[in-house]
């Protein structure tokens, strides 16, 4: 009784620092996945399918490796996976491009990192009513039709301006990169 | 001839946004593979489209730089540049929870806070106040909550452990169990991020008191339940006493459940649900709104010969007091409460697999499963049901032996009448019980042709005795493909 009763407590113990170690770096992989399986709400059913595979071989985790790193190797496999079955609805990369863009992703990182850092003080300088699409596409999750209705544009302006707002964040962390450069 | 960098970044914008058609796709891959700046370009623009699509704290932390009317002195610009910098190991459920975690990952911290960041603008009065505090431990270290102190709407509460009572001013009673993360949204609304949390709601002004999760809505109708959000999404609705309706995103009418109901809602877009009903006690299998056991679904012992759906036990030991795994296709139940030969469970201790083949690829409707067992030495819990549901399409079945997902198995839904036993005040433990796993939109939970239930051993919570369920029936609901006048099951 006494060793099953312990078992169990180490299941438990085993459980916590998953559920902390996955808390952590759920959004970092949620990130990973989006640079192939773009739609956030995919990307989510992706990094749910990798969670329930990454508890399954949890015992095989390596602690003195970084956690993240492990975990994109599951969140790979769950999202090479999704595009090929529910990915099907939508129009999509091609597989070998898939792989490319996986194995570009890792080198790119840290300099990815970097670049998000400034994201927050570009955000702050673009025009209000781009930030306010933005919000809308992104926080508030609305459809593109919605935010159509809502700002009483067509779908191609809305379209338009989300991107042209993109293109100016970009170029505003790409200014800032070279400043620090 | 190459796009010019600004039409790259329109076909790149128009895949990121999901507008664009197969054929552009493909013009893209092409450009992909043969371009390395292009594939570089596409992983800025994808990472750019990310972050503002994961990272709430952009949207509702002021932005470095800006100037903040409730922020005279430009404390928040710091602030989050401080965030900032921890962001990139940060969970998108909260930032400074995840930052004590990772504290008290690593033995640092005592973990403990409460967040008082919120996610709309909060109003001037308190819509709830903190009632007993059971020694509650908070995310963030400089935590300082007594009991009375007030929750305005949006506000986001994030217990580490122990368990804290809210009193909504409508009089709905709501308690956390940490870990959890809460946000109140109005006097008769929250919002359950992730963890568990009690709600009872018995005073008239509380009727509809709403809990949403990242699934499903769900609407007290005079009466008390537990709510679960769990980190992949998965949400669970457990009522104990009157009525709750569960209400899912674009699904449009409610599901009531009653006492004594459980309701499970997988992620995804198919919104698999999973309903646990207890039933009347007798061999007539009766529930609420689950159907008896069946003779007329497409996994019964009764289809003619080619077609007949075969079962098998794939992985454990069934028990030697176990009766044939046909027994689960025969259409119906146990005639008793207690009769091991006309039920189908594994050895104590064991996790098993059994295997449905249906023998050909079916539109999956619903799965419904049945346990029925009692006596005095072990109370009830041989009729707890808890498995994993999956599914696979093709010719052969993917091994069971290692990883299912990585054998290309499906997960189809996950069933754990366990859990219920977690409210308070505890419902005694229902004897026989059913499960029915459905879309809840309608419609399909899924195409296949094999159907693989994992078993789990229940756990006597007392005596922590591990046991197995005495399953007695599986029925499944299915169309086959592509023959849709043959409709197999209701």
Not at chain 1, 30 to 39: E, G, N, Q, S
Not at chain 2, 74 to 85: D, I, K, L, R, W
Request: glycine content about 8%; overall charge negative.
């Amino acid at each position: 009784m006494e060793a099953k009763d312990e078992a169990a407590s180490d299941e438990r113990r085993s459980h916590d620092r998953f559920m902390r170690l996955f808390l952590q770096s759920e959004r970092e992989l949620l990130r990973y996945v989006m640079a192939i399986v773009p739609h956030v709400g995919d990307a989510r059913d992706v990094l749910q399918e990798a969670a329930v595979s990454l508890w399954a071989k949890f015992d095989q985790y390596d602690s003195a490796k970084p956690f993240v790193a492990w975990a994109c190797r599951f969140a790979l496999f769950e999202a090479k996976q999704f595009l090929r079955t529910e990915g099907r609805r939508k129009a999509k990369l091609a597989s070998d491009v898939v792989e490319l863009l996986a194995e570009r992703r890792q080198e790119l990182d840290e300099v990815l990192n970097a670049r998000l850092l400034h994201l927050p003080e570009c955000l702050g300088k673009l025009p209000e009513p781009q930030r306010a699409l933005l919000k809308g596409y992104y926080f508030d999750e609305d459809t593109v039709e919605a935010l159509a209705k809502k700002f009483d544009r067509s779908l191609e302006a809305v379209y338009k301006t989300l991107q042209r707002a993109r293109t100016a964040l970009a170029e505003c962390i790409q200014g800032k990169m070279r400043s620090l450069g | 001839m190459d796009p010019s960098a600004e039409e790259l970044q329109s076909r790149i914008a128009a895949v990121l946004d999901g507008r664009a058609s197969d054929d552009e796709a493909t013009q893209l891959s092409q450009l992909l593979r043969d371009d390395p700046a292009a594939r570089d370009a596409w992983l800025f623009q994808a990472d750019l489209h990310a972050r503002l699509a994961v990272d709430e704290t952009l949207w509702t932390t002021p932005a470095p730089g800006a100037q903040d009317r409730n922020d005279p002195d430009g404390v928040a610009p710091a602030a989050a540049a401080f965030q900032e910098s921890s962001l990139l190991q940060g969970s998108w459920i909260g930032r400074r929870a995840a930052w004590a975690w990772s504290l008290a990952a690593a033995g640092l911290l005592a973990v403990s806070a409460w967040n008082l960041a919120p996610r709309t603008a909060p109003a001037e009065e308190p819509v709830a106040r903190f009632a007993r505090l059971d020694e509650c431990r908070w995310v963030a270290s400089d935590a300082s909550v007594q009991t009375g102190d007030g929750l305005r709407s949006g506000q986001r509460v994030e217990l580490s452990s122990g368990r804290a009572e809210i009193l909504f001013a409508s009089g709905a009673a709501v308690t956390l169990i940490g870990p959890a993360i809460f946000e109140t949204l109005s006097a008769n609304s929250a919002r359950l991020v992730i963890g568990q949390l009690k709600a009872v709601a018995q005073t008239p002004a509380s009727k509809g008191f709403t809990v949403q999760t990242r699934t499903a809505k769900l609407v007290d109708i005079g009466t008390e339940f537990v709510a679960t959000a769990s980190a992949d999404g998965y949400s669970r609705v457990d009522v104990s006493l009157g009525e709750v309706d569960v209400q899912l995103d674009g699904v449009a009418s409610p599901q009531r459940l009653f006492a004594g109901d459980a309701l499970g809602v997988e992620p995804g877009e198919r919104r698999v649900v999973s309903r646990i009903e207890r039933g009347d006690d007798t061999p007539n299998f009766r529930f609420p709104t689950i159907e008896p056991p069946s003779s007329a679904d497409a996994a019964d012992a009764s289809a003619p010969g080619r077609d007949r759906p075969m079962l098998q036990a794939v992985f454990g030991s069934l028990s030697k007091h176990s009766g044939p795994v046909e027994t689960l296709l025969d259409g119906r139940g146990q005639e008793a409460k207690d009769t091991p030969e006309q039920s189908v469970f594994f050895n104590d201790e064991e996790t098993g697999m059994l295997l449905l083949d249906l023998k050909r690829v079916m539109d999956v409707r619903k799965v419904n499963s049945y346990s029925w067992h009692g006596n005095v030495f072990r109370d009830r819990v041989r009729a707890t049901q808890r498995f994993s549901l999956y599914g696979f399409r093709g010719d052969e079945p993917p091994p069971v032996d290692g990883p299912l997902l990585e054998a290309g198995w499906e997960l189809i839904a996950r069933v754990d009448t366990e859990e219920y036993f977690r409210t308070s005040p505890a419902v005694r433990r229902p004897a026989q019980q059913a499960s029915s796993i459905t879309a809840a939109g309608g419609g399909p939970v899924g195409r296949y042709r094999y159907l693989l239930w994992h078993v789990i051993p229940s756990v006597e919570p007392t005596t922590k005795r591990i046991n197995g369920t005495l399953f007695g029936e599986f029925d499944v609901y299915a169309d086959p493909v592509g023959d849709p006048a043959a409709k197999q099951g209701r």
